[in-house]
């Protein structure tokens, strides 16, 4: 299959497999990611997928929602199955401190949403999924030696824009 005959036959989808991942994932660009890797999934995999596909569209959504559903469970933290009696238990909390945190964890969310493209990628693959750097080695196709520099050089920039905005507040 050729990129024309792969255009056609997959691409007039597009906009039903976003809504589908924006349904599951919950913001646009999570959404636009994961149909990222869904046409990415059926490129590198189109001369083995059968030519007769009864319903391309819902083989693309059915696609589209599995390849969702798994990034949420992988991003989804451990259960903790420790008794009741040994879970700690915050007896008081303090409003300002927890507004705080919030604000500043909206803060790094919006630096990391100004990242360019393949930053982005990296960074939340490896620091907010947990993903191992063979995964993200497999799906950027970055070297591993690659992916750390541009760790290291997206976290510093992180770092430093929100040192920026935190000592701009405190003046």
């Given at each position: 299959?050729?990129?024309?005959?792969?255009?056609?036959?997959?691409?007039?989808?597009?906009?039903?497999?976003?809504?589908?991942?924006?349904?599951?994932?919950?913001?646009?660009?999570?959404?636009?990611?994961m149909v990222q890797e869904v046409y990415?999934?059926?490129?590198?995999?189109?001369?083995?997928?059968?030519?007769?596909?009864?319903?391309?569209?819902?083989?693309?959504?059915?696609?589209?929602?599995?390849?969702?559903?798994?990034?949420?469970?992988?991003?989804?933290?451990?259960?903790?199955?420790?008794?009741?009696?040994?879970?700690?238990?915050?007896?008081?909390?303090?409003?300002?401190?927890?507004?705080?945190?919030?604000?500043?964890?909206?803060?790094?969310?919006?630096?990391?949403?100004?990242?360019?493209?393949q930053q982005r990628q990296v960074i939340?693959?490896?620091?907010?999924?947990?993903?191992?750097?063979?995964?993200?080695?497999?799906?950027?196709?970055?070297?591993?030696?690659?992916?750390?520099?541009?760790?290291?050089?997206?976290?510093?920039?992180?770092?430093?824009?929100?040192?920026?905005?935190?000592?701009?507040?405190?003046?």
């Open positions: 299959m050729d990129a024309n005959d792969f255009k056609r036959r997959f691409l007039p989808y597009h906009q039903k497999l976003y809504r589908t991942a924006f349904r599951l994932m919950g913001n646009a660009q999570d959404a636009e990611d990415l999934k059926l490129w590198k995999k189109r001369e083995e997928l059968p030519p007769d596909i009864g319903n391309t569209e819902a083989y693309c959504v059915t696609l589209t929602k599995n390849l969702c559903l798994d990034a949420l469970r992988a991003s989804r933290p451990e259960e903790d199955n420790r008794p009741p009696e040994e879970l700690s238990i915050a007896h008081e909390s303090d409003p300002l401190r927890e507004m705080t945190a919030k604000d500043e964890a909206n803060q790094v969310k919006r630096i990391i949403g100004g990242l360019p493209r939340v693959m490896r620091d907010v999924n947990e993903c191992s750097m063979e995964e993200i080695e497999e799906v950027t196709g970055l070297s591993p030696g690659n992916i750390r520099v541009l760790l290291s050089r997206t976290r510093k920039k992180i770092r430093e824009q929100f040192n920026a905005i935190r000592n701009y507040e405190c003046r």
